[in-house]
């Protein structure tokens, strides 16, 4: 029971990104945040600027834009933290990184 929840908890449709404006990313370097390999937001240019998404569109995600990768994945690990702090219902993006969060591999396997 616990690990069908986990697998059903632990899809998130991402907004599908042309693969030509997808910026490649190591997700294990330590570089990263640990927000940022866990949940592997897609990095993508857009225009004049770079763009971090979690989640199924640009509305319902977790979306951040700047001029520079780097800017963009701070913007992005700041609005997710401030995601995390809300309390809107319904919320599938913010259902999702909890249940994520609140379940560890040791309870999986």
């Given at each position: 029971?616990?690990?069908?929840?986990?697998?059903?908890?632990?899809?998130?449709?991402?907004?599908?990104?042309?693969?030509?404006?997808?910026?490649?990313?190591?997700?294990?370097?330590?570089?990263?945040?640990?927000?940022?390999?866990?949940?592997?937001?897609?990095?993508?240019?857009?225009?004049?600027?770079?763009?971090?998404?979690?989640g199924p569109d640009t509305d319902?995600?977790?979306?951040?834009?700047?001029?520079?990768?780097?800017?963009?994945?701070?913007?992005?690990?700041?609005?997710?933290?401030?995601?995390?702090?809300?309390?809107?219902?319904?919320?599938?993006?913010?259902?999702?990184?909890?249940?994520?969060?609140?379940?560890?591999?040791?309870?999986?396997?």
């Amino acid at each position: 029971m616990l690990l069908e929840r986990y697998m059903k908890s632990n899809i998130m449709k991402q907004m599908p990104v042309d693969e030509s404006l997808v910026v490649p990313l190591d997700y294990e370097s330590k570089k990263l945040s640990p927000a940022f390999r866990q949940f592997k937001p897609v990095l993508y240019r857009s225009d004049e600027q770079f763009c971090c998404l979690l989640g199924p569109d640009t509305d319902k995600g977790i979306l951040a834009c700047a001029a520079t990768e780097e800017e963009a994945m701070k913007a992005w690990d700041l609005a997710f933290k401030e995601r995390l702090q809300s309390k809107a219902e319904g919320d599938e993006v913010l259902t999702y990184i909890r249940d994520t969060m609140a379940t560890s591999k040791k309870d999986v396997w």
